[in-house]
């Protein structure tokens, strides 16, 4: 498993501006956290997406990838990092 923080500088309202990342050696997430800025802390896990958030559908690209968006800054996390912020994030309440 890999553990990624990435943060996203945009102007758009109901994009998150930071996520956290769970991969599998797949790929695919496994576990997500997004970080709005109206303070909503939202996970989705392979058991419970929403319309507000859910996992990849494609292979995620690779940090070093990711970093090099002008958008973007992404760094790689502690396994224990990502679960802190697992525990302070709500499921979404709106399902797909």
Do not use: C
Request: aromatic share 10%; hydrophobic share 35%; no cysteine.
């Amino acid at each position: 498993m890999e553990h990624w923080k990435v943060d996203w500088a945009h102007e758009f309202q109901s994009e998150p501006v930071r996520s956290y990342s769970e991969i599998g050696s797949d790929g695919y997430d496994a576990r997500k956290i997004q970080i709005y800025r109206d303070e909503r802390i939202l996970k989705a896990d392979t058991s419970h997406e929403s319309a507000e958030i859910g996992l990849r559908e494609v292979p995620a690209a690779s940090i070093d990838d990711v970093a090099n968006q002008p958008d973007f800054s992404a760094s790689s996390i502690s396994p224990e990092g990502f679960e802190q912020a697992w525990r302070t994030a709500s499921w979404a309440t709106r399902r797909q």
